[in-house]
């Protein structure tokens, strides 16, 4: 388990922030050597853009064309669209990233949400 937060400067759109912090998480799952991905977004135009290759001429087309070249690396993965209480974490990390440094955690998570953690898993 690890992640990477940070704030985004300057974004168009949320799609292009969705697109953006997706291509950091993808980013991070090659660093760590993943092999097997899941892609979980409560943004459905995001989902469906990278599963239908779609959204070409958005604003944030180039940022998903370098989101699809990272998908192809990996040996499985999967594309889901979740409601948003299932990423409660994600949001959580987000939130706090938009007000801290940039980090970056790989199996250590931070203090402030390991029983985040803890209650996403039980609720599996």
């Not at 993943?34 to 135009?45: A, E, F, G, K, M």
């Not at 209480?85 to 970056?104: C, K, T």
Request: charged content about 20%; hydrophobic content about 50%.
């Amino acid at each position: 388990m690890s992640a990477f937060m940070a704030r985004l400067e300057h974004v168009a759109d949320v799609f292009t922030a969705e697109a953006a912090a997706l291509l950091e998480g993808l980013k991070l799952a090659r660093d760590t050597g993943c092999h097997y991905l899941v892609v979980r977004s409560d943004n459905i135009t995001v989902v469906d853009t990278l599963r239908l290759n779609e959204g070409h001429s958005m604003v944030a087309a180039p940022v998903f064309d370098e989101c699809r070249s990272y998908l192809e690396h990996f040996g499985i993965f999967t594309i889901e669209h979740c409601i948003g209480e299932s990423i409660f974490v994600a949001h959580e990390l987000a939130r706090w990233g938009r007000v801290n440094n940039p980090a970056r955690w790989v199996d250590a998570p931070p203090d402030f949400i390991v029983n985040l953690l803890a209650d996403d898993v039980s609720i599996l």
